[in-house]
């Protein structure tokens, strides 16, 4: 399974209780986030639960791998480089 933690919050699904059901059968996460409207935005902005996402990484055994599925902006290099310092400061929180 690839889990895409930016759909399921928009959808409203409690990403805690979905991962931990799915542990066994997820091999990746796609991290963005999502605004109400359902569009793609910078990570942190939108209405993912990143905290609650790295809580429920921090019960899983296994390394987990991720993929950066997130809004390109107008400067989309400067816009990758805030992403990602974004989600390394929550996973090393």
Known sequence: ???DIGNSS???????????NLKNNI?????KDK?????????GS???DFDKFKNTL??????????LETLRGKDALS???NNYS????VLNR
């Open 86 to 89: 974004f989600i390394y400061d």
């Open 58 to 67: 921090s019960l899983l055994k296994a390394n987990q791998r991720f993929t």
């Open 46 to 48: 939108g209405i993912v």
């Open 79 to 81: 816009e990758q480089i």
């Open 35 to 43: 605004n109400k409207s359902g569009e793609n935005v910078s990570l």
């Open 10 to 20: 928009y959808c409203g699904y409690d990403i805690e209780k979905e991962i931990m």
């Open 1 to 3: 399974i690839v889990y």
């Open 27 to 31: 091999k990746l996460f796609h991290v």
